[in-house]
């Protein structure tokens, strides 16, 4: 899930392919919760339908060389994920990227598409500082599933769970 701002408040983008399994006619619903007191939840809307037929489509490929990049930035080091296939995926195809801690809990995730990562920023990757330093000091590495934008062409990356240590980032050391 992404967001952004719009002409009319932020505007949320959600990745349902993974969600997709066998073929056939999908729909989804949308209402905004209220707060219980000042405003009341709205009704519910009905997006079109989709016809899914991509239930034996090939996998997107799985990332492969994954590896940290740290960076001087102007805010101090900045923690970006990054690997060697990027070129594989279009520009609307998402990356999902969790992080955990040397204790192997999971410290959280970030997920952009290709052309939300910015390189023309100056970016290198994905950046993870945040996820990084809320925990500060200690082993961090992290595992990115791609979520196809193409769902009838094209399933997401293969993820196992639990995930074996291959489809794991090298250890990133992180000292104060």
Same mark, same amino acid.
């Given at each position: 899930?992404?967001?952004?701002?719009?002409?009319?408040?932020?505007?949320?983008?959600?990745?349902?392919?993974?969600?997709?399994?066998?073929?056939?006619?999908?729909?989804?619903?949308?209402?905004?919760?209220?707060?219980?007191?000042?405003?009341?939840?709205?009704?519910?809307?009905?997006?079109?339908?989709?016809?899914?037929?991509?239930?034996?489509?090939?996998? +997107?490929?799985?990332?492969?060389?994954?590896?940290?990049?740290?960076?001087?930035?102007?805010?101090?080091?900045?923690?970006y994920?990054?690997w060697?296939?990027?070129?594989?995926?279009i520009?609307?195809?998402?990356?999902?990227?969790?992080?955990?801690?040397?204790?192997?809990?999971?410290?959280?995730?970030?997920?952009?598409t290709?052309?939300?990562?910015g390189?023309?920023?100056?970016?290198?990757?994905?950046?993870?500082?945040?996820?990084?330093?809320?925990?500060?000091?200690?082993?961090?590495?992290?595992t990115?599933?791609? +979520?196809?934008?193409?769902?009838?062409?094209?399933?997401?990356? +293969?993820?196992?769970?639990?995930?074996?240590?291959?489809y794991?980032?090298?250890?990133?050391?992180?000292a104060?």
């Amino acid at each position: 899930m992404s967001g952004s701002g719009g002409v009319n408040g932020p505007i949320y983008e959600v990745n349902l392919a993974g969600n997709l399994k066998e073929n056939g006619l999908y729909y989804f619903t949308v209402s905004a919760e209220g707060d219980g007191v000042s405003y009341a939840n709205s009704p519910f809307v009905v997006s079109d339908v989709f016809e899914y037929t991509g239930e034996y489509a090939p996998h +997107l490929p799985t990332p492969s060389g994954l590896a940290w990049k740290a960076e001087e930035g102007s805010n101090g080091l900045q923690y970006y994920a990054t690997w060697d296939n990027f070129d594989d995926y279009i520009d609307t195809d998402s990356f999902d990227v969790k992080v955990y801690n040397q204790a192997g809990d999971y410290v959280g995730r970030n997920i952009w598409t290709k052309a939300d990562i910015g390189f023309e920023r100056g970016y290198s990757g994905i950046r993870l500082t945040w996820l990084v330093t809320a925990e500060a000091e200690g082993r961090y590495r992290f595992t990115v599933k791609v +979520l196809t934008s193409r769902a009838n062409e094209y399933r997401s990356s +293969l993820m196992p769970d639990p995930a074996p240590d291959e489809y794991y980032s090298p250890w990133l050391e992180v000292a104060q």
